[in-house]
């Protein structure tokens, strides 16, 4: 019997359709926890998935109540990272403790922040997918899809169990699901691309495709870079400047199109995740006494437009 047999949707934006999206298309039990409007609009009319290799309307259930979490087995979480600390408080005497969480979650900190308030076994998912919303029900996907899960914690036999059950359920709905015995270095990898292309994406309304054009620009996300790699350094995780070149170079052939999450939210004149991105590398920078003055100019900028 499927290990994961109700599976919710914490988070209802573009990443967390898209993976709940293709588990509800493979006919698994999925619920968004969406705001209302999404919620009438996905129960009324299904989720409209544009995809790269599809075009189709996914039926699957919606909800803005969280108190349906009751009987959870599987919680995707995809809330921003700034809402993190707020709606793991909502859910904490709602929530089994047999649940299952996995963080599809931009940033290398909402894991710790979730594990101090519930005792349920959390994971954190690297996530590769350019996505995108339009309205309350169309999904706009750009490219890739696969995602990368692990335990930040001793591999205990459970938690192995939990990640392969998780791993299993994903490939069976062709998402390519990876167990990596390193989680925390390839988060750090995701979050180095994340630091090198959200920011300037968000502040010149650019894909990444576009960025990688403008000379400028490909000599400030080297130099971004090259902060990142001192301060996951401090951080014990070692990336090589090739890898991070190659990572960086990645991201711009494979998500063409894409025009990053901060971009999104400013666009829709909402906060962004750039504290937990690369405000989180300038923070470090002071913690351990490294100058990071080009995450410190594209973190400022954001911030600027933010209040703008």
């Not at 609009?41 to 259930?61: H, I, Y």
């Not at 909502?90 to 101090?116: D, F, M, R, Y």
């Not at 990688?212 to 995780?237: M, N, Q, R, W």
């Not at 990053?260 to 300038?282: H, P, W």
């Amino acid at each position: 019997m499927q290990k994961y047999q109700k599976i919710y949707v914490l988070g209802a934006g573009a990443v967390g359709c898209y993976f709940g999206g293709m588990l509800a298309r493979a006919h698994q039990d999925v619920t968004l926890i969406a705001r209302p409007a999404r919620a009438q609009a996905m129960n009324e009319l299904g989720l409209e998935m544009d995809c790269k290799s599809f075009q189709e309307v996914v039926k699957l259930k919606a909800s803005s109540d969280i108190s349906i979490l009751s009987d959870a087995d599987l919680v995707l979480l995809s809330v921003k990272s700034l809402d993190t600390e707020k709606m793991m408080q909502e859910i904490v005497p709602i929530l089994p403790n047999k649940t299952v969480i996995l963080s599809l979650q931009n940033g290398v900190t909402n894991v710790e922040i979730a594990s101090k308030i519930l005792t349920n076994p959390i994971y954190p998912a690297v996530v590769y997918v350019a996505s995108g919303m339009i309205g309350d029900r169309t999904l706009k996907h750009h490219g890739r899809g696969e995602l990368y899960i692990g335990n930040l914690k001793e591999l205990l036999p459970q938690d192995a169990a939990n990640l392969k059950a998780i791993s299993q359920l994903f490939e069976s709905a062709t998402v390519p699901c990876t167990v990596t015995s390193d989680i925390k270095r390839d988060m750090w990898l995701k979050f180095l691309v994340n630091c090198a292309f959200n920011a300037i994406s968000g502040i010149g309304q650019i894909p990444y495709g576009e960025m990688v054009k403008v000379p400028e620009i490909v000599k400030l996300i080297d130099e971004i870079t090259k902060e990142f790699l001192t301060i996951a350094s401090y951080e014990g995780v070692n990336i090589s400047y090739l890898e991070a070149k190659e990572a960086n170079a990645l991201i711009a052939s494979t998500m063409v199109t894409q025009v990053s999450s901060t971009a999104q939210d400013l666009a829709k004149m909402k906060s962004t995740e750039i504290d937990f991105l690369n405000g989180y590398i300038v923070e470090l920078g002071k913690h351990y006494g490294v100058p990071t003055p080009f995450n410190e100019s594209v973190y400022a900028l954001v911030r600027m437009l933010e209040r703008s």
